[in-house]
């Protein structure tokens, strides 16, 4: 507040104030699920929500810091973030600890730190750059190959140190690149190919490929009106059938058996009563202790430090990836609700503050923050309600961990920063 | 159109969101209570079932501990089952079956996996409990009955059935619940509240501490002890009389209607109802057709009432006027009506006023009293209304609305009901003429028989009978201190019991009086009827007696019924002698009857329906 009066510039209130309702009822909900036994303090620093709260304190010096910095720096140092983020990543490879098979940490001292939580941030940034400069334009192959470039050296990364949830993370780009102008035959590709792939998946990859290719021969002879060469529609029937027969290789041969599990769960692919009893107790009892705990709160919820399926540690990571568990059990559906609308509001906000920027690059970046809350909130809730696959990725500024509060913080207050320097252009 | 995609999106996962939310949370959110919730241990205290006493403090229900194996299914978890079934002396069908059922039950609630472990069985798996994860040993308090007999009465507990279950949420599977008798009619008094204790668990089934600081325990309250009115000594005494017979006795106290003893034989011992033999026993008993050993014929059986009917003949036309002490008939040993009909009497034939009528239990004598009283009306309907509302006086035709759990109407018909029968309204005194003897539409069971005696006793009222003397602590509900008036003046009883007295006296069942007590009686004869392959066939008729003693301050009136005994005086008159003399005197001095009594056996009678050949009656 004093910054703003002192530097006359003028922020997004309404973004800030969204931002602080979720940190401080994702640490009031942290507190719940990582508390053990009776309240003593709210500062025991050998506990999560201990912990939670330094970190806390520790953004906020970070927004500071974001807000203090010239707005244009962050354009001109896009490219050497990206890069420092990318050594960052590989480095990795050499000094990283490995924390439940995924070795996506530096451990310093006491505090361990993710460097993909960053990585987000220096992408955007890169790629805000990239689109927004000049001589880009995306609507040009080679242009688009670029940027897919910029956007897989991390996510390659990521994946590589066994982190999918994160990688999947960078398909939220998709968004950015339409909003930039890439043409809509990419927004129905891509759609197709999704449809494609899970059905590819659920009713294997052969029966998939003969109904398109019949689909699309039907559509051929008999719907289009200009008769071109036949080779047209033989030749998309193939490439079809090649996604098709290659997401099930895929599905069947690089992804890992407990990735394998998670999706044939999702579509209901197993079968076998043994396999699933199995299953039941190991990645399906996380999330059925998670939907029993959300639906178990009704619709006002058991109170704050009542939850009993929380008090009683049933739901396992429940201060990390499945703290919404915890809001759905104590806060009931009304709690629930208003977190669901916090974060819609506050997507919806950036997106509107996106849409009113001047420069291409605060445009750019604006709906790369979008895209990846939404990526975020979308796979994190959904997998916690049992709606998708279960991907381990943490809730915006809800979980429990200091990675994540300070990649997000940045992700958003670097954007607050642009616009406050949007309005002080005006 | 580009701007909006993103934007669209974010909101309809939104709602998607909302929406699903609103199906976990909501729409199906079946109310989940506390004792469903799996996160919380329940640990329940059962509290000593109260106690029955009889009317003069012998202890006749007790308690013993007994352990259950609990389980709840969706908590078992990797479990060795055949070691398992080892130490429970169960096979692995055993085992599915059981988990089964009780996953039917509910997967997240406890039910019975076995129950009543012998106290060895106890010690050595107790230990042992530990290791199989959804199992647990509830210890339980069953009955111990300190007597053989009275289990008609006593009844048994046994565990809720799903129908008890939801009736009242109180009970959980395997909890116990009366059945019969007195354990179910004072059900919440005996059984007390159970006690629950909340416990917070994790996810590996470890307790961490109470729920809520035990803001929800309930303290369990103990049931209390009851006192019932019989007397256990009465009551060993009728059913000892009562056996190799079927039948039933049912006497009361006329000054309070405390009912003394309630036999129904035959019975079985109530020992056999308790612990793991428990369900084979009750099977056998179940199934036994022809004894019923089940069903209470003291409170059950329904049956023309005969002759003792003719009391209250006798009493309803004494009060609407249409005979006095000196009417008299001359019996010819058969009574004409209607044309050529008849009624046979076996009084002896001669003059007969109302002592002798009663005292020889004269058919033609009632027959023309009773179509006096309905031909004083113009009106049959009207009449039979009259008539009907004085025999109603006295309990019969309806529940007798007491503390016992069964009990049937019988029958006393009015206007509407010949009415009914004869749509054309042709109908009066003669039609309805079986009423004068206690046959044709008039059903009673024995207690309402006995009932009649002690309004007949008390001149004019009587008490509802009933089974509770006392509750600990509580007072017995005023219904049963209320006195119901009969429609009869006091004044017409004398000259009745004075023919009742002269039963014993000179009468029908001059054979089986008591040295030293005035007893009024009255012997009956129903006939009865059942179908043999779709064929009508009359057995031998019930043997019936009705008495109270002594004449002056009666402080017993009884009913009997022998079924299938032949003529009133036969058996249900000796018994019904045997047990006033050993009410009264404590002692019974007439050993002869008492040993024909004893040796006496029916049996023989009840299987001849059975035998699948032709067979005499009334032998």
């Known amino acids: 507040m004093n910054l703003s009066r002192n530097r006359g510039f003028k922020v997004d209130w309404i973004t800030i104030i969204l931002f602080m309702l979720l940190v401080g009822f994702g640490w009031i909900n942290i507190f719940s699920a990582s508390l053990s036994g009776e309240v003593t303090s709210y500062f025991d620093f050998s506990q999560p929500y201990g912990k939670q709260l330094v970190f806390i304190m520790f953004s906020l010096a970070l927004i500071i810091l974001v807000f203090s910095l010239e707005a244009k720096i962050y354009k001109r140092f896009a490219s050497i973030i990206y890069l420092v983020s990318i050594l960052s990543l590989i480095g990795l490879f050499i000094f990283g600890k490995t924390v439940s098979g995924a070795t996506s940490w530096y451990a310093i001292g006491g505090i361990t730190i993710q460097p993909s939580e960053f990585a987000k941030v220096a992408t955007v940034l890169a790629v805000a750059k990239y689109i927004s400069d000049i001589q880009t334009n995306i609507k040009t192959i080679k242009d688009q190959l670029k940027t897919v470039l910029i956007i897989s050296i991390p996510a390659l990364l990521i994946l590589l140190q066994n982190d999918a949830g994160s990688t999947i993370v960078y398909a939220s780009f998709f968004f950015v690149f339409y909003r930039e102008g890439i043409p809509h035959i990419y927004l129905l590709i891509g759609f197709g190919l999704l449809i494609l792939g899970i059905s590819s998946l659920k009713f294997l990859a052969l029966p998939t490929s003969v109904v398109v290719a019949v689909l699309i021969f039907i559509h051929h002879f008999f719907i289009k009106k200009k008769k071109r060469s036949i080779l047209n529609p033989i030749a998309i029937a193939l490439v079809c059938a090649m996604f098709s027969f290659g997401i099930q290789f895929f599905y069947t041969t690089i992804l890992q058996p407990h990735q394998q599990d998670r999706i044939s769960l999702w579509l209901r692919l197993e079968k076998d009563p043994e396999k699933l009893e199995s299953l039941k107790r190991t990645i399906l009892y996380n999330l059925n202790e998670s939907e029993k705990a959300i639906s178990s709160g009704g619709f006002t919820g058991k109170g704050f430090l009542e939850g009993t399926r929380t008090i009683g540690k049933f739901v396992p990571e429940q201060h990390t990836d499945y703290i919404f568990s915890t809001v759905g059990e104590e806060w009931g559906f009304l709690g629930s609700t208003f977190v669901v609308l916090l974060f819609v509001l506050l997507i919806l906000r950036v997106l509107y503050i996106a849409e009113l920027q001047k420069s291409q690059f605060s445009r750019v970046y604006g709906y790369g923050v979008a895209s990846i809350l939404f990526f975020h909130f979308m796979i994190n809730i959904g997998m916690v309600m049992g709606l998708i696959p279960t991907i381990g990725i943490p809730l915006p500024f809800f979980s429990y961990g200091g990675s994540g509060l300070w990649g997000f913080t940045l992700l958003l207050f670097i954007f607050i920063k642009l616009d406050s320097n949007r309005i002080n252009e005006w | ?619």
């Open chain 2, 1 to 619: 159109m580009r701007k909006l995609l993103l934007f669209s999106i974010v909101i309809l996962v939104g709602i998607l969101f909302i929406t699903r939310l609103f199906y976990l949370q909501v729409s199906s959110n079946k109310a989940y209570t506390i004792y469903e919730d799996n996160a919380i241990r329940k640990v329940f205290h059962y509290p000593k079932r109260g106690y029955v006493y009889d009317r003069n403090g012998e202890l006749l229900v007790a308690n013993q501990p007994s352990y259950d194996v609990m389980i709840i299914p969706r908590e078992v978890k990797y479990i060795d089952t055949l070691e398992f079934c080892s130490l429970l002396k169960i096979t692995k069908e055993d085992y599915i079956k059981t988990y089964n059922k009780s996953y039917r039950y509910s997967p997240r609630l406890p039910s019975v996996f076995l129950a009543h472990l012998s106290k060895e069985d106890y010690a050595f798996l107790s230990e042992k409990m530990r290791k199989y994860k959804g199992f647990y040993i509830q210890k339980r308090s069953l009955r111990d009955y300190q007597t053989s007999i009275g289990a008609n009465v006593l009844g048994f507990i046994a565990e809720a059935n799903q129908r008890d279950i939801k009736k009242d949420p109180y009970y959980k599977m395997g909890d116990l619940i009366g059945k019969q008798g007195v354990e179910i009619s004072y059900e919440k008094v005996l059984r007390g509240i159970k006690g629950v204790k909340f416990i917070q668990k994790d996810r590996f089934n470890r307790d961490i501490s109470s729920y809520k600081n035990g803001d929800f325990d309930i303290i369990p309250i103990p049931g209390k002890d009851i006192t019932i009115t019989i007397d256990a000594k009465l009551q060993a005494y009728g059913e000892l009389l009562m056996q190799n017979k079927m039948g039933g006795i049912v006497a009361i106290e006329p000054s309070t209607g405390e009912i003394l003893s309630l036999v129904s034989a035959p019975s079985y011992n109530p020992n056999l109802l308790v612990g793991r033999k428990r369900s084979a026993n009750y099977t056998k008993l179940h199934n036994d057709s022809i004894h019923l050993p089940l069903i209470d014929k003291g409170l059950l059986r329904m049956h023309e009432p005969g002759s003792p009917f003719k009391s209250l003949i006798a009493l309803a036309a004494l009060q609407e006027g249409v005979i006095d002490l000196t009417t008299t008939i001359t019996c010819t040993g058969e009574y004409h009506y209607g044309g050529k009909r008849t009624i046979r009497c076996h009084c002896g034939t001669g003059r007969r006023n109302l002592n002798s009528g009663i005292s020889q239990s004269c058919n033609s004598y009632f027959a023309t009293t009773y179509r006096k009283t309905i031909d004083k009306y113009d009106d049959a309907s009207h009449a039979m209304d009259a008539w009907s509302n004085h025999i109603k006086s006295f309990g019969l035709g309806d529940y007798l609305n007491n503390d016992l759990s069964v009990g049937k109407k019988g029958n006393i018909p009015n206007g509407a009901y010949y009415d009914k029968w004869y749509p054309d309204f042709k109908w009066g005194s003669t039609t309805t003429i079986s009423n004068a003897i206690g046959q044709g539409e008039i059903l009673v069971t024995p207690i309402q028989l006995a009932n009649v005696m002690a309004a007949i006793a008390n001149r004019g009222f009587y008490y509802t009978p009933h089974i509770i003397k006392d509750i600990e602590g509580v007072s017995i509900p005023e219904k049963y201190k209320t006195l119901h008036q009969t429609t009869i003046d006091k004044r017409h009883f004398e000259p009745v019991i004075q023919g009742l007295y002269d039963v014993y006296n000179e009468g029908t069942a001059w054979f089986l009086k008591v040295p030293g007590i005035e007893i009024c009686g009255k012997t009956g004869t129903a006939e009865n009827f059942i179908k043999i392959d779709g064929k009508r066939t009359q057995l031998t008729d019930h043997s019936i007696f009705v008495a109270f003693a002594p004449k002056e301050n009666p402080k017993i009136a009884i009913a009997v019924l022998v079924e299938n005994g032949y003529f009133g005086a036969r058996w249900a008159g000796r018994i019904a002698s045997l047990m006033i003399e050993k009410y009264i005197k404590g002692d019974v001095t007439l050993k002869q009857m008492e040993q024909l009594v004893l040796n006496k056996s029916l049996e023989e009678e009840y299987l001849k329906p059975y035998s699948g050949k032709p067979f005499k009656i009334n032998q």
